[in-house]
């Protein structure tokens, strides 16, 4: 598949040793292991801990849902002889009348860049490498990308800078696994639309 996509249909996106492709019921087993570890969970905004059962499931299902908002990659080693899942990747579309961190951009989709991954691939290059390719591949055609961090996960904010996104600016949001919000870096990236080409 290209990066070409429709709603239902998301790209496979191909990276050095590893792919980015779309949730599987199969890789529940995987992502509740990793992202239920407390160390994964309090860097995002999102991952309860400990997570509930059914969490995983019922994740894997929004993220197959042709009425996302967010699409979702596994970080898949395989090509590598490495685990199907050492991370998950996902964009979600920014509706900026809903959300004032980010600006409004008349020239085209605007999406939010996420991702995690296991400790285990902590400082090996695997999630500076994973958002390169999906910003190289641009799935969702997205004029700008933004990307918001913890500001006490300065290792998140350096795979950001190292794929070319500028500080914006700082913000505060919640996080489910610490129950409160937390203050937080903005980084933005503008891209080229295919559809300038």
């Not at 050095?16 to 995002?44: K, Q, Y």
């Not at 933004?146 to 950001?160: E, K």
Request: glycine letters at 8%; a negative charge.
């Amino acid at each position: 598949m290209t990066p070409d996509q429709t709603m239902d249909k998301q790209a496979v996106i191909a990276g050095e040793g590893f792919v980015l492709r779309p949730l599987r019921a199969s890789d529940a087993g995987l992502i509740r292991l990793n992202a239920g570890d407390e160390r994964v969970a309090r860097m995002t905004r999102s991952v309860p801990h400990p997570l509930p059962p059914g969490a995983t499931e019922d994740f894997i299902r929004r993220a197959q849902s042709p009425n996302r908002d967010e699409d979702v990659w596994a970080i898949d080693g395989t090509p590598s002889d490495r685990p199907e899942v050492m991370g998950l990747i996902g964009l979600t579309r920014i509706d900026t009348s809903r959300d004032s961190r980010f600006p409004p951009s008349p020239e085209g989709l605007q999406a939010e860049i996420s991702y995690w991954v296991a400790p285990v691939w902590w400082n090996t290059g695997v999630a500076s490498a994973a958002v390169a390719a999906m910003v190289a591949a641009n799935p969702l055609d997205c004029r700008t990308l933004f990307g918001t961090v913890f500001q006490d996960n300065p290792a998140s904010a350096r795979v950001l800078t190292n794929c070319g996104f500028q500080y914006l600016g700082d913000a505060e949001v919640f996080s489910v696994a610490r129950g409160g919000t937390l203050p937080t870096w903005t980084y933005s990236l503008a891209l080229k639309s295919r559809k300038q080409d």
